[in-house]
């Protein structure tokens, strides 16, 4: 009897894991369903959030209302993730979201069909500034889990079992970890994405810091294939957050992938806001005032001479982007002339 009972358990479990890739992996509910138990059984609460299409190329020639550039002179649609605003408000959906320091973001599903490139980018999108105004940023945090680096299954990157969390705590990336790997889900296909908390302006609050993260793609193999993709994102997205108040435990800044020495000053960041302060209040007296500059395009400007400065050639007429050139963040995969109407 205990030799049948054993038999069976080890039965039920292999029929989960195998369900888990049986169909569209990650698309399997009972391997889905079995993964939100798990979690909620840790202690988690676990609210489901989507992924819709990005493409500011196309928002921008439309002149759609609140999209006053490009950003980039790629045409190709990527995805943003949708999250819950919080355990408050889960059924409020946001591209911008904020994150507490033990929570995470976790994606499940497939890879994007074949193309040249895909990463999955998370971005500090906005912040408070000195002034108290809320800016725009779009500002890369470290470097994207790619089609050259993603942890998944099968000879090819493309097309495969994918599941990426997204957060600063090492303690909840370890449960978020068990709770996959419990309902199913190998190891080999986990991804974990930092949000470095010395970088950031973490919690549920006006002054915090608001994230992004998009699915940037270029160049498919097979257009149709691409589009399809995006229409029908294979990915499901879930907000995880602890019950219970428990201690953060930080991940730290994470090592670049090695260019030159791989040596960064990304721990640093928040001692730039510490400088500001101190030369504030050792000259009283003066108003200070926080800008952006940028160099704007002359009609004659190309993204030649723009890129210059990047150590890029491009060629393409600025006047025929209506392009702002401005150099204040770059993605460490590509650099583009930021463009304005």
Avoid at 66 to 86: C, E, I, M, R, T
Avoid at 124 to 130: E, P, Q, Y
Avoid at 240 to 249: D, G, L, Q, Y
Wanted: aromatic share 8%; proline share 8%; hydrophobic share 40%.
């Amino acid at each position: 009897m205990r030799v049948q009972r054993f038999l069976a358990f080890g039965l039920a479990w292999l029929g989960l894991t195998l369900c888990a890739f049986s169909q569209s992996p990650g698309q399997d509910h009972r391997a889905l369903a079995a993964f939100r138990k798990a979690l909620r059984q840790d202690g988690f609460h676990v609210n489901t959030g989507a992924t819709t299409v990005l493409n500011l190329v196309a928002a921008w020639c439309a002149s759609t209302p609140g999209f006053d550039h490009a950003l980039y002179s790629n045409n190709q649609p990527y995805l943003q993730l949708l999250v819950p605003k919080s355990t408050q408000e889960p059924g409020q959906l946001t591209s911008n979201f904020q994150l507490g320091p033990e929570e995470a973001i976790v994606l499940i599903g497939l890879t994007p069909p074949p193309e040249r490139y895909f990463g999955f980018y998370p971005f500090l999108r906005t912040r408070v500034n000195a002034e108290g105004t809320r800016q725009s940023l779009w500002a890369t945090l470290g470097d994207a889990v790619n089609n050259a680096t993603v942890k998944t299954t099968g000879p090819m990157p493309f097309n495969s079992p994918v599941a990426l969390i997204f957060t600063p705590d090492q303690g909840t990336d370890a449960r978020v970890r068990a709770a996959l790997q419990q309902a199913g889900y190998p190891a080999g296909i986990i991804n974990t994405v930092v949000f470095p908390a010395s970088m950031l302006n973490l919690g549920h609050s006006n002054a915090a810091d608001e994230l992004f993260v998009a699915l940037r793609n270029a160049l498919w193999q097979n257009e149709a294939d691409g589009n399809a993709y995006i229409r029908n994102p294979p990915l499901h997205l879930f907000r995880v957050t602890p019950r219970t108040e428990t201690i953060a435990n930080p991940f730290p800044a994470p090592r670049l992938r090695v260019r030159g020495t791989g040596q960064t000053e990304m721990d640093l960041m928040n001692k730039l806001g510490q400088l500001r302060e101190a030369i504030i209040t050792a000259n009283g007296g003066f108003i200070p005032r926080t800008s952006l500059r940028s160099r704007p395009c002359t009609r004659d400007m190309t993204t030649s001479s723009v890129d210059s400065i990047r150590g890029e050639t491009a060629g393409i007429p600025c006047s025929s982007l209506r392009a702002t050139c401005l150099n204040l963040v770059r993605l460490r995969n590509s650099r583009w002339p930021m463009t304005s109407s």
